[in-house]
C-alpha cells in the first residue's frame, strides 16, 4: 500500500499561481504511475495530468495544458502540479492518484481514467477568484 498526502492548495486570484505537492509513503515510489485530478463542487473528478515512473511521460488534459505542469522527485517520493495563469474554472478540489505498475509492459503508461488508480490521496481545496 501507499498513502498520499497532498499540500499546497489555498485561495488565489485569476492569474495567479500555485504549487501543489503530494509526497507518498510506504511502498517503493517508483512503483506507481502518478496522476492529478479535480473535482469542482458537484460535478465528476476529472483528470488534470499524469506522469510514469520515471517521468518520461507525462499526459496533461486540454483544459489545463500549456498551463499546468506535472513533475516528480523520486528521491523525495513527491509529485507536483505547478499551476500557472489560474483561472475561475480552475476552483476545485485537488486530489493526487497512484497507479500500481504492476507489469513491466505498464512501466511506460499514464491512466486518465480515475478508475485505474489505486490510492487516493484526501485532497486539497483551490479556490481562484476574481
Known amino acids: 500500500q501507499v498513502q498520499l498526502a497532498e499540500s499546497g492548495g489555498g485561495s488565489v486570484q485569476t492569474g495567479d499561481s500555485l504549487r501543489l505537492s503530494c509526497t507518498a509513503s510506504?511502498?517503493?515510489?517508483?512503483?506507481?504511475?502518478m496522476g492529478w485530478f479535480r473535482q469542482p463542487l458537484g460535478k465528476e473528478r476529472e483528470f488534470v495530468a499524469g506522469i510514469s515512473w520515471s517521468g518520461s511521460n507525462i499526459l496533461y488534459s486540454d483544459s489545463v495544458k500549456g498551463r499546468f505542469t506535472i513533475s516528480r522527485d523520486n528521491a523525495k517520493n513527491t509529485v507536483y502540479l505547478q499551476m500557472n495563469s489560474l483561472k475561475l474554472e480552475d476552483t476545485a478540489v485537488y486530489y493526487c492518484a497512484a497507479d500500481d505498475i504492476r507489469f513491466p509492459f505498464r512501466r511506460n503508461v499514464v491512466p486518465r481514467t480515475r478508475d485505474v488508480y489505486d490510492y487516493w490521496g484526501q485532497g486539497t481545496q483551490v479556490t481562484v477568484s476574481l
Open positions: 510506504g511502498r517503493t515510489f517508483t512503483d506507481y504511475a
